[in-house]
């Protein structure tokens, strides 16, 4: 996304094209951007041909899943639904992992008839559950267990995982607890530790630092794993004062802990697959001075894009059409919405804003639509795949009459 000609472009389409054409809000993607996602993640660790399943979580739109699978990516996925979206994308068994602390008898029924390559387990609860689906049906089932390593991940506390206040996964002497039960089952075999330690990582040393405490518990048990799931939580830079998570370092800590360890690498990513290949695009409707500050109130809210009610997130928010005009007064982004929090961003600078001037809200491909809801009863916007000149329509507007 760039500006051509004071006017802000995806690929080689003007925004205010799309929103001519389709109406606003709209979710537009950029199909290059993935692709230059998808080779750098895949080059950065190109040494160790890791498994990468893609975390369906961060967007359940099923024409991009089933872009990101021509790339030979799997899934991870969280739910039921996630599951059958991902073998609906055409994505084989196994490459599928499933993660979540809470999974259900019947999902886990599902998971075990569809063959899949690991049910990452987050509980021993769980696993005897797991154990006795599997004797159920005469099966013996891989299976992975969640170590929570107990390392902070130095990200927003709302999206850290891996602490050992976080509901996720086990702790150590569980994790021993399990191995022993697990040696005793002839239904599961337990293949693979996994960790995932929160989203948005921007710092490679809470990686370091997990790879060393995951290393301390291989060299302390003699169980033999097959795989180690390092999990997502890769970072991407939603301003500019972020810096850049150095994949280098990242992948230097995980050639070390291979050299001591046998084992194949799975990465679950989402964010940082798709996160910056979406733009929100929104209308303003109404501007209103409140005396110290101007409203402006769009068409998107807060049931489209969740994030900044829901964590305090922040997303660059860029002008459709650029001008010179300087706007007297900060600006507060804001939807329709009958809450407080529905709003996106307050901003000190910005230019001189009209009613019906389009907004480009930045970064919102992973965790935007797929966290929209019907809140209000507002039908959900369409979503639209760029490549190049070529414009595609990968999940319609909702109508009124779908939710109604
Ligand atoms: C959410 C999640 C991911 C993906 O996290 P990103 O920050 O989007 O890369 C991966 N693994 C598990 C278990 C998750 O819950």
Request: aromatic share 4%; charged share 35%; glycine share 8%.
């Given at each position: 996304m760039r500006y051509l000609k004071n006017k802000l472009i995806i690929e080689n389409i003007p925004i205010s094209n799309i929103a001519k054409k389709f109406g606003t809000p709209s979710y537009c993607y950029s199909f290059n951007k993935l692709k230059q996602n998808i080779n750098f993640f895949k080059k950065s660790f190109k040494s160790f041909s890791p498994l990468i399943c893609f975390a369906i979580k961060s967007n359940t739109n099923i024409n991009i899943i089933k872009e990101i699978k021509k790339f030979g990516f799997g899934a991870d996925v969280v739910s039921m639904g996630e599951l059958m979206m991902a073998l609906k994308a055409?994505?084989?068994?196994?490459k599928i992992v499933f993660s979540g602390v809470g999974k259900t008898t019947s999902e886990i029924s599902y998971a075990i008839d569809k063959k899949i390559l690991l049910i990452n387990a987050e509980s021993l609860s769980e696993i005897k559950e797991i154990n006795r689906i599997a004797k159920s049906k005469n099966k013996r089932i891989k299976i992975g267990v969640r170590l929570n390593p107990n390392t902070d991940a130095k990200t927003l506390s709302q999206i850290s995982?891996?602490?050992?206040?976080?509901?996720?996964g086990v702790n150590k002497n569980t994790l021993y607890e399990i191995i022993n039960y697990c040696k005793n089952?002839?239904?599961?075999?337990?293949k693979c530790l996994s960790v995932h330690i929160g989203?948005?990582?921007?710092?490679h040393k809470p990686y370091e630092k997990m790879l060393k405490a995951v290393s301390q518990i291989l060299n302390k048990t003699n169980h033999k794993f097959e795989f180690i799931d390092l999990g997502g939580g890769m970072g991407i830079t939603y301003t500019d004062k972020n810096k850049k998570l150095n994949y280098k370092k990242y992948n230097t800590a995980i050639l070390k802990f291979l050299r001591k360890h046998k084992v194949k690498i799975i990465f679950e990513p989402g964010r940082s697959i798709i996160g910056d290949t979406g733009t929100l695009v929104s209308k303003i409707i109404y501007i209103k001075d409140s005396g110290s500050k101007k409203f402006i109130i769009l068409d998107a809210a807060m049931n489209d894009l969740m994030r900044p009610a829901l964590y305090g997130a922040f997303h660059k928010t860029l002008p459709v059409t650029k001008s010179n005009k300087i706007s007297k007064k900060p600006y507060e982004f804001v939807g329709p919405i009958c809450e407080s929090t529905d709003k996106f961003v307050t901003l000190k600078k910005f230019q001189a804003l009209k009613e019906k001037d389009l907004i480009a809200i930045c970064d919102v491909g992973a965790y935007g639509m797929s966290l929209s809801s019907n809140y209000n009863l507002r039908p959900k916007p369409v979503e639209i795949l760029i490549n190049g000149s070529k414009i595609k329509v990968i999940r319609k507007r909702q109508k009124h009459e779908d939710i109604i």
């Open positions: 055409g994505i084989i068994p196994r995982t891996g602490k050992k206040e976080n509901k996720f089952s002839k239904n599961i075999d337990l989203s948005q990582i921007l710092d």
